[in-house]
C-alpha cells in the first residue's frame, strides 16, 4: 500500500495535475469561496441579491468569451511553436475584445430600458466582464501550452489575496463593496499573469493574423460559444428561474446557496475534465476512445462519491442545524443526485471539443433549459423552491440520456 501511495504521489508530481487543479480552482473558485464566506457577513436578502448578480454575470462573462477559451486551449495543444501558440492567442484576444464591447453595450442598454435594480448592477460589472475573459484566456493559453506549472503558485496567492480583499470591501460597504473587490481582484491576477507571461511579447513582430483566420476563429468560437452558454445558462436556471418569478430574494438566496454548493462540489471534476482535454486532443486516434472509456469511468465513480457526501452532508444540516438556510439544505439533498450526470456532461462536453461538435450539444443544452425553466415553473406552484431543484435533477437525467444515446 505504501510502494502504491508512493507511486501515485510521484506520478502526480510529474504531471501538471495539481498545478491545473490550483489554476483552474483559484480563476473559477474565487467567488465561489468568496460567495460562501459572505454569508457570514450580509444578510439572506443581500445574498440574493448577488446570487442573481453573480448569475447573469457568469453568463454575459461567456458569451462576451465567444468561446475563446476552449478553442485556445485546444489550437495552442495541437501545436508546439511558441510563435504559433502566440498567434492563437492572438486570435482569443480580438475574439473577446469583439465580444465584450458586444456585450457590455447590451448590459447597459438593457439597463436603461427596464431599470431593473439587478441589471444596473450588472452594467456596473462591465469592467469585470472584460478582466475575466483575459484572465480565463491567459490560463488557457499556459494549459494549452502545458505551462501551468509556472504560474500555479503566485496565481493560488492571488487567488487567497483577491478572497481576502472581497470580504473586507463587502464588510465595509457591502453589495457595492462586493462589486468593487470583484473588479480589484481580477485586475490584479491579470497584471501578474501578464507579468509572468511577458516574453510572450517577443513574438508579436512575427505573427500573421489575416482577416481570413480571424474570421474563421471567430466562427468556431461562436459555435461553441453558443453551447458552452447555453450550458451555463443550465447550470444557473433555477437562480435565473426564481429571480423571473419575482421570488423574495431571500429565498433566491437559499435555491442560490445550493446550487452554489453543487458547483463548488463539481468543480474538482470539471478541473479533472480541463485536464485532460489537451491530453486527448494530442493523442492518437486510435488511442482516444480508450482513453475517453476510462476516464468516463472515473468521473462517474467521483460523481457518486461526491453526491454521497454532499448529499449526506445536507441530510445532516436539514435534520440538525436550526438556521437561515434550512431549505437551501433541503433543496441540496435533491441536488446531490444531479452530480453523477453532471460528471458525465463534463466528460462529453470534453468530447465535443475535441471533435468540435459544438451544434449537438447546444441542442442538448437549449432543451435542458427549456425543461428547467418550464418543469421548474409548474413544481415551483406545487412544492415552492424544492420543486425547482427537483426540475433541475429532470433536466440533468435528461440530458444524460440524450447524450449517452447519441
Aim: proline fraction near 2%; aromatic fraction near 10%.
Amino acid at each position: 500500500m505504501r510502494k502504491k501511495l508512493s507511486d501515485m504521489f510521484f506520478r502526480l508530481n510529474g504531471s501538471d495535475l495539481i498545478p491545473v487543479f490550483f489554476v483552474i480552482a483559484s480563476v473559477q473558485g474565487t467567488v465561489i469561496i468568496s460567495q460562501f464566506l459572505a454569508t457570514f457577513i450580509l444578510t439572506p436578502k443581500e445574498m440574493g441579491v448577488i446570487r442573481s448578480l453573480e448569475s447573469i454575470l457568469s453568463i454575459l462573462i461567456l458569451v462576451a468569451g465567444i468561446g475563446a477559451q476552449s478553442l485556445v486551449i485546444r489550437d495552442v495543444a495541437l501545436t508546439a511553436q511558441p510563435s504559433k501558440q502566440v498567434e492563437v492567442l492572438s486570435h482569443g484576444l480580438l475574439a473577446i475584445g469583439l465580444g465584450c464591447i458586444l456585450s457590455i453595450s447590451v448590459a447597459w442598454g438593457v439597463s436603461w430600458l427596464l431599470d431593473s435594480k439587478i441589471l444596473m448592477l450588472v452594467a456596473a460589472c462591465a469592467g469585470l466582464i472584460a478582466l475575466s475573459n483575459v484572465v480565463r484566456l491567459v490560463t488557457a493559453y499556459a494549459h494549452g501550452a502545458r505551462r501551468v506549472r509556472y504560474i500555479f503558485i503566485p496565481v493560488t496567492a492571488l487567488s487567497g489575496f483577491s478572497v481576502c480583499l472581497i470580504l473586507v470591501c463587502t464588510f465595509f460597504w457591502g453589495v457595492q463593496g462586493w462589486i468593487v473587490g470583484r473588479h480589484l481582484g481580477e485586475l490584479l491576477m491579470l497584471l501578474a499573469l501578464l507579468k509572468l507571461f511577458w516574453e510572450i511579447f517577443k513574438f508579436s513582430k512575427h505573427l500573421h493574423i489575416t482577416p481570413s483566420s480571424t474570421y474563421n476563429f471567430l466562427k468556431r468560437g461562436l459555435l461553441c460559444n453558443v453551447s458552452l452558454a447555453l450550458r451555463m445558462c443550465a447550470d444557473v436556471m433555477p437562480i435565473l428561474l426564481v429571480t423571473a418569478l419575482k421570488v423574495p430574494t431571500d429565498f433566491i438566496a437559499q435555491i442560490g446557496m445550493s446550487v452554489l454548493a453543487t458547483q463548488l462540489v463539481i468543480l474538482p471534476l470539471a478541473v479533472a475534465a480541463q485536464f485532460m482535454l489537451p491530453r486527448v486532443i494530442a493523442s492518437e486516434h486510435m488511442c482516444r476512445a480508450a482513453i475517453e472509456l476510462k476516464f468516463r469511468k472515473r468521473m462517474f465513480f467521483f460523481g457518486v462519491i461526491g453526491a454521497s457526501l454532499f448529499g449526506i452532508t445536507a441530510l445532516l444540516g436539514t435534520w440538525m442545524l436550526q438556521s437561515d438556510y434550512d431549505i437551501a439544505f433541503q433543496c441540496g439533498v435533491v441536488l446531490a443526485f444531479t452530480l453523477p450526470f453532471r460528471a458525465l456532461i463534463l466528460v462529453y462536453g470534453n468530447h465535443a471539443v475535441v471533435k468540435s461538435s459544438y451544434k449537438l450539444t447546444a441542442i442538448v443544452n437549449l432543451i435542458e433549459c427549456v425543461v428547467i425553466f418550464v418543469v421548474g415553473s409548474f413544481l415551483y406552484s406545487q412544492w415552492g423552491i424544492l420543486g425547482v431543484a427537483a426540475a433541475c435533477l429532470i433536466g440533468a437525467v435528461i440530458t444524460y440520456v440524450w447524450l449517452r444515446n447519441v
